[in-house]
Nanobody
Framework: VQLVESGGGLVQPGGSLKLSCVAS????????MSWYRQAPGKERELVAR????????VYADSVKGRFTISRDNAKNTVYLQMNSLKPEDTAVYYC??????WGQGTQVTVSS
């Protein structure tokens, strides 16, 4: 199982970023995919989740209405569109598959 995130970077408050996570080594369409984040000195927390079969989604209260998780099963990829970014969104963002594997993470920094 391999998960490779990309798309992180430095963005000003109010800006947008789109993270991608390309998966390999398992049947992507069968598994629930999630994005987590971990800020310095804090525990890793769930940001968003998308179920494998029906595509239903779950979001942390702190990102509802600003972030959107989606998946393209043909490309073995899960996305996280992040809009109206705030400094408190600064963290390392990790992709997670319900098999129990994590990506290496991608840094998102929101700062002026």
């Amino acid at each position: 199982v391999q998960l490779v995130e990309s798309g992180g970077g430095l963005v000003q408050p109010g800006g947008s970023l789109k993270l991608s996570c390309v998966a390999s080594g398992f049947t992507f369409s069968r598994y629930t995919m999630s994005w987590y984040r971990q800020a310095p000195g804090k525990e890793r927390e769930l940001v968003a989740r998308i179920v494998s079969t029906i595509g239903s989604t779950v979001y942390a209260d702190s990102v509802k209405g600003r972030f959107t998780i989606s998946r393209d099963n043909a490309k073995n990829t899960v996305y996280l569109q992040m809009n109206s970014l705030k400094p408190e969104d600064t963290a390392v963002y990790y992709c997670y598959v319900s098999l129990g594997s994590w990506g290496q993470g991608t840094q998102v920094t929101v700062s002026s």
